[in-house]
């Protein structure tokens, strides 16, 4: 776009600034800002041309395509018109910049979800709240916290899976509070994700539980959902059948992270085309219509606790980086407030200090960092973690039982995997 001679009146950038904040692939970002552009810019050159005797109309048009960029054409203006030109355009630009910034948010919104597809939010409550900044901050935090410097293949943002769980209750005729809910049931996460619930050692992985409501009553939530008629309650997750239920039952919460992170896996579309098409919703929770569905779900949730969110070496990661962050807190380098920013912040805070003891914690958050058993006498460190698995209700012969009812192998597993997991690990942990 290029440079105008009244440019540094209208801050076009502000526009441009929210144009980013919206759902929308970047080409049709960038065709928005254009539109935007041309519109403002005409509005611009046709209050030039109001204001000033159409005699000069010629001279400063040739003026102006000579040098676009030029300031003197203000003076020109003023001394043509025998007007105050740069308040004159100010008022302008300020005017259009609020109908425009208002009509921005008005555009559908069209999500395009690596797991459900694509679709479209038309303006209202939804979109709006996709929007805000305690949302918008979700996309800057990665659902793996510090196993994502394990793992390349762990790129799910907290915004990302907040979307798909309101994307999945939509799918399955979920009401629009309950929507809600699911979108925002993530918004009080730390940075890191559950690293907080290892610096303030939180068992059940519900330290940022604890700031919900502070997190939303700070921020543009609740006006966006007063403005819509919605009551500020709607944030409670657990009010919720759909969203949340305890482990081991099906949730949009707990099925929606174990589709991406089995997907990302496994890249198996069939796979994930006969989780999907196998669910249903019946009295108001979510079941398994086939075996096959339900046993390959189990499994696949299974395995991912195994192999990945109660590993061993995730566990060894999530504390080393805590170890670090509770040193930082120790020596006042770190606040709370920092933990509710993003990654990227609180990085560049322990890097900044340059502190000894963090920067040795640091350099274990690599690829290629190792774990080895060790014995209670000599270790590193004890790690233990928040277990999870399912048991899927399933629809068959017109009656609903549970997976492990009717699977052996399924039972058995699960009951051999909590005996393991459940007493932790003592390991040593290498750089390399």
Known sequence: MSKIFYDHLILIEDLFEEIDQIEGTEPDKAEL????????????????????????????????????????????????????????????????KQELKSEIHKFKLTIHDRIYGDLE??????????????????????????????????TVSRFEHSVGVM??????????????????????????????????????????????????????????????????????PEGFGLLERPIPELCADRIDYALRDSFLVHKDFNRLHLKLTGLTVRNGEFVFTNMTAAQIFAEDYLEMDRESWANPREAAVYELLAQAIRHGFDRKLITLDDLFQDDAHVMSVLKKNNDAYIQKKLRFLNPDFRIEPATKAHHHLFVKTKIRFVDPKIITQNRVVRLTDVSPHYKQAVEDYIQKSSQGWYINVYQS
């Open 121 to 154: 939010i038309p303006d209202g409550v939804l979109a709006e709240l996709m929007q805000s900044k305690p949302l918008t901050r979700l996309r800057r935090i990665n659902q793996a916290g510090p196993s994502a410097f394990l793992f390349n293949w762990k």
């Open 33 to 96: 800002k254009k539109t935007l552009d041309d519109i403002v810019h005409h509005r611009i050159f046709s209050k030039i041309l109001e204001l000033l005797p159409e005699a000069h109309h010629s001279e400063f048009l040739e003026r102006f395509h000579a040098a676009p960029y030029a300031l003197d054409h203000l003076g020109y203006l003023e001394e043509k018109t025998d007007r105050d030109i740069t308040s004159e355009l100010v008022l302008v630009a300020v005017t259009l």
């Open 167 to 236: 994307m999945l209750l939509r799918k399955f005729g979920a009401l629009v509070v309950e929507q809600i809910a699911g979108l925002l049931h993530d918004v009080p996460h730390t940075a890191f994700s559950h690293v907080a619930d290892f610096v303030f050692t939180n068992e059940h992985h519900e330290f940022h539980e604890l700031y919900h409501e502070t997190v939303v009553a700070q921020s543009e939530i609740p006006a966006i959902l007063k403005k819509h008629g919605i009551p500020v309650t709607v944030i409670h």
